[in-house]
């Protein structure tokens, strides 16, 4: 009796235990997509700072629109509002006043800020949205040095997306298109050349090869899908690459040709392992009124079994293809990364995921924000995917 | 016995039959002529080869691994291991126990295998479509829906396209293999309606579980049992007079 | 009984995760480790620094991680790693963030061809040609003629922001440069390509690629001490003197000292 009721404990236990398991995947799914949409929304809906921010180098006091900072290393704030920016100091023994007017409503970053003609000489502009006044020092390295940063408004949206030129560190350009433009190609690609390739393998394994050779022919896709991609992107580049370059002669094989390549061969398994079971699962019944009518064994896996597990192949042609839009590694290391418009097959390209992965331990501020703001996009594509997978398997279930 | 197969013209002779399931012996020694436009009808226990043994007037066997046959069947006095199995299953048709119409429509079910013929022409497609379900009695129910799913159609409806579709390839002979079983009644009895009225032009050879529906629709039986034929005669011969005690405990019920 | 479960599930997750905290204060242990993070130009050098300092103070663990010299600044500025690696100057924005730094070292940026390439001498003009993108052909440059195939880091990285700066092209690279991630990136891609440029740090030098000189100064410390080779960064340390842990400070301190700069004038170029 004690025991029995010790049993029960135990079962609940353990379904408790089960229960929070499964929600974990919903719980980790809702957190990444808050924490990207938190990140990658920002740059859309505000500017980097509400204030121009101010930090000197090298200048032990200063005061700046009337309040004196010592020692100070980290930014002044001064309100968009304010009249203008009035800093004095001492340099070489002189007591000097930089005096620069604000005009917040102006377009470009340029007409925020004017500054006085005596001073035009001592500014440098190291980025976008920055100026540096440099003054003269004997010692070199020791220059006094006014750092002046403005905001970033509000990324366009449209500027984002269909901007070409990413620049995202000095001149703080941000558009993607091309990019956008390569995932779409390299996926196309992929998919034009892989799918044929699988759908052939798939009936040759379910319809054609004996039960030995089709089972071996299956476990080495099988072996395929779990090679590391980062393998297929290292075969990729001693490889296919050195090979492209020496048959069409450009200066380099890092490619859109190369990216296009290896992830035709990462699909495979997907589609291949997805459309043997939908082969598969089409009944005998189809295959024997097919050749009892005179139909040859390819005219009847090619009319009748393939049509019937179209929503099957369908499925397995959209992961394939998600497959091909979320892969990063093996594409990063063959492509060649240059955020171009390829206008040829042996042009290098850069994909989203690929941007992403280089750029991320490196950047910082909005250029990072970005990046998370690139992963909603994916993040979209991959949905609208899943959504036709979804679609497809509820007409399916009408079908039978 | 003798005496009737020289009276008729025989359009399927068996002789020395014997097929193997690996080194299971499936059918023995089965000799049978089956006549020109006559329904023959193959009835015994489950388990017995009738199944088989239609499968083997078409060449279905060959599909499956490891079954091998001796003997020889002919086709009009051509073995039919010398004709080309596609050119066979034009000739000799098959209806099979569960309604199998593909996943399309009703149109290109029964388009299905003229076009795998090679024949494009619409206007003789469309002609092939009408006749074929004119003479399998499904025209006026279906023809004002041609281009809807063929599974949208009763279980009885599915089974008389497949009919249709059988004969839009103009066989010579239709093999049904228990093509009523999975039937209602009043779909079994349109369906055997059909088979009469097919018997003007086609050479039908049936497997039936169903003792009366072998006595109302055949010209012949013949009565399996453990892979042997055991009587073969005139069906109301066999019905009334068994030759073997076998026979007849088999038709009054005993077992099966 | 079943709330007591839950309880009990709770409990072992909170101190599966709780574990390592409580470990790293644990008071009788003398041990101390030391986490550093950024750039990946300047993780050999330190790697080199860790191995001497083992000798130096055993209890004292240094843990690398190479990630990008944006990753250190954001590191040390943020309080995940004590020390940030950095193989280029501040940025202004980074300025503000009024962290304390420690130069190291100073590296030259070696330009580099394939073995095979006859090219061995360029002017820094020709460089920012090639990777402005106004000059495609090695036969511009006395070479084969062939395209040439630019070879970059990527954006926001150390050693790309030093190159440019240092060459004068910030931010105007031609945009079909291939670009790759990590020093070993681009002298994999050079190695394999005789068409290929490609800029890596000095330190990483090895046979497979070949350094070309810049206004006929060879890539060389010496070079870079007297000021005659223009291609130079400096590997710095970030940190926040506020915070750090004293037995961080006094590696902070061995690293400049002349110990610690013989490991440097190895291969990189000593500060004092």
């Not at chain 3, 223009?230 to 915070?243: K, S, T």
Request: glycine letters at 8%.
């Amino acid at each position: 009796m004690r025991n029995r009721h010790r049993r029960i404990q135990i079962d609940s236990a353990v379904r408790i235990i089960f229960q929070a398991v499964s929600y974990l995947s919903v719980i980790a799914l809702i957190a990444m997509l808050g924490f990207v949409f938190y990140q990658g929304i920002r740059p859309f809906t505000a500017p980097t700072a509400d204030q121009i921010q101010i930090v000197p180098e090298h200048i032990p006091q200063l005061t700046v629109n009337g309040r004196m900072y010592e020692n100070r290393r980290s930014f002044i704030d001064i309100p968009m509002d304010a009249e203008g920016i009035t800093i004095e100091f001492e340099h070489q023994g002189e007591h000097l006043v930089v005096n620069a007017g604000i005009d917040p409503s102006g377009d470009t970053w340029e007409e925020i800020i004017t500054f006085p003609p005596e001073l035009h000489q001592y500014i440098t502009s190291p980025e976008a949205y920055m100026y540096t006044i440099i003054l003269p020092s004997a010692v070199a390295g020791l220059e006094q040095r006014i750092h002046i940063q403005i905001p970033e408004p509000r990324q366009q949206v449209s500027a984002f997306l269909l901007g070409s030129e990413w620049r995202p560190v000095y001149r703080k350009l941000y558009g993607i298109l091309p990019m956008i433009a390569a995932t779409l190609l390299t996926t196309a690609g992929a998919v034009l050349l892989g799918v044929p390739l699988a759908l052939l393998s798939s009936v040759l394994i379910a319809e054609f090869l004996g039960r030995r050779s089709a089972s071996l022919v299956r476990s080495a896709v099988d072996l395929l899908a779990g090679i590391p991609s980062v393998v297929y992107g290292f075969f990729g580049l001693m490889m296919l690459v050195p090979l492209i370059q020496r048959i069409f002669g450009s200066s380099s094989g890092s490619s859109l040709l190369a990216a296009v390549a290896v992830l035709s061969v990462m699909i495979l398994p997907t589609v291949i392992s997805i459309t043997v079971t939908s082969l598969k699962a089409v009944p005998a019944a189809y295959r024997e009124a097919s050749l009892a009518l005179g139909a040859t064994p390819l005219q009847t896996a090619w009319r009748v079994v393939f049509p019937a597990a179209r929503s099957g192949i369908t499925a397995s042609v959209i992961l394939g293809t998600a497959r091909a839009v979320g892969e990063t590694m093996a594409v990063m290391l063959v492509a060649g990364n240059s955020p171009q418009f390829p206008s040829s097959l042996t042009d290098s390209v850069r994909t989203m995921t690929a941007t992403i992965a280089l750029e991320m331990g490196y950047s910082s501020g909005r250029h990072n924000e970005l990046l998370f703001s690139i992963g909603i996009i994916l993040f979209v594509i991959i949905i609208a995917l899943n959504a036709i997978i979804m679609k497809l398997k509820t007409n399916m279930q009408e079908v039978s | 016995m003798e005496q009737i197969l020289q009276m008729t013209q025989e359009k399927i002779t068996i002789r020395d039959l014997n097929l193997f399931y690996g080194d299971f012996h499936a059918l023995k020694h089965i000799n049978m002529d089956i006549p020109n436009q006559e329904i023959t009808a193959l009835i015994g226990p489950s388990g017995c080869g009738k199944s088989t043994f239609i499968r083997v007037l078409n060449r279905m066997n060959d599909l499956i691994d490891g079954c091998s046959t001796t003997g020889a069947v002919t086709l009009d006095g051509t073995d039919i291991s010398r004709i080309d199995v596609t050119e066979l299953r034009t000739r000799v048709g098959m209806v099979f126990q569960n309604p199998n119409p593909f996943p399309m429509s009703i149109r290109h079910n029964v388009e299905y295998g003229p076009r795998m013929q090679g024949i494009r022409n619409r206007h003789r497609l469309s002609e092939i479509l009408e006749n074929s379900l004119i003479k399998a009695a499904l025209w006026d129910e279906v023809k004002d829906r041609l281009n809807k799913s063929a599974l949208s159609l009763s279980g009885g409806q599915q089974q008389r396209l497949c009919i249709a579709r059988a004969i839009a390839m103009e066989p010579e002979v239709i093999l049904m293999d228990e093509p009523t079983s999975a039937l209602d009644p009043i779909a079994t009895k349109k369906i055997e309606e059909l088979i009469r009225d097919l018997k003007q032009e086609y050479t039908i050879v049936i497997v039936t579980h169903s003792m009366s529906q072998a006595g109302r629709i055949s010209d012949r039986t013949a009565f399996f049992l453990l892979g042997e034929v055991k009587e073969y005669g005139r069906t109301a011969d066999l019905f009334e007079r068994p030759e073997h005690d076998e026979t007849q405990q088999y038709i009054q019920g005993h077992f099966g | 009984m079943k709330r007591l479960l839950v309880l009990i599930c709770a409990a072992a997750v909170l101190g599966l995760t709780a574990a390592p905290v409580f470990s790293g204060g644990s008071p009788e242990s003398e041990t101390y480790t030391i986490e550093v993070t950024g750039s990946t130009s300047v993780a050999p050098l330190m790697e080199q620094f860790a191995d001497a300092y083992r000798d130096v103070r055993p209890e004292v663990t240094i843990n690398i991680s190479g990630t990008g010299s944006g990753d250190g600044i954001t590191g040390a500025n943020t309080g995940v790693a004590e020390l940030g690696m950095s193989s280029r100057n501040l940025r202004s924005a980074e300025i503000g963030f009024g962290l304390d730094v420690l130069t190291v070292a100073v590296d030259a940026i070696a330009v580099v061809v394939h073995p095979d390439n006859p090219v061995s001498d360029l002017t820094v003009e020709q460089v920012r040609g090639i990777y402005t993108g106004e000059i495609t052909s090695w036969a511009e440059l006395g070479g084969d003629d062939s395209q040439i195939s630019v070879v970059s880091r990527e954006p926001g990285s150390g050693t790309r922001g030093a190159f440019e700066g240092a060459v004068g092209f910030v931010d105007e690279l031609l945009a079909g440069a291939i670009e790759f991630d990590g020093t070993g990136g681009v002298r994999a891609a050079v190695a394999g390509n005789s068409q290929a440029i490609g800029y890596i740090s000095l330190g990483s030098m090895n046979p497979e690629v070949k350094a070309v000189s810049v206004n006929g100064v060879e890539a060389k410390a010496e070079r870079v001490v007297d000021g005659s080779y223009a291609v130079a960064r400096p590997f710095l340390i970030l940190y926040r003197e506020a915070q750090i842990d004293p037995e961080t400070k006094t590696f902070l301190d061995w690293m400049v000292s002349a110990e610690g700069q013989a490991i440097v004038s190895q291969n990189y170029v000593p500060v004092q």
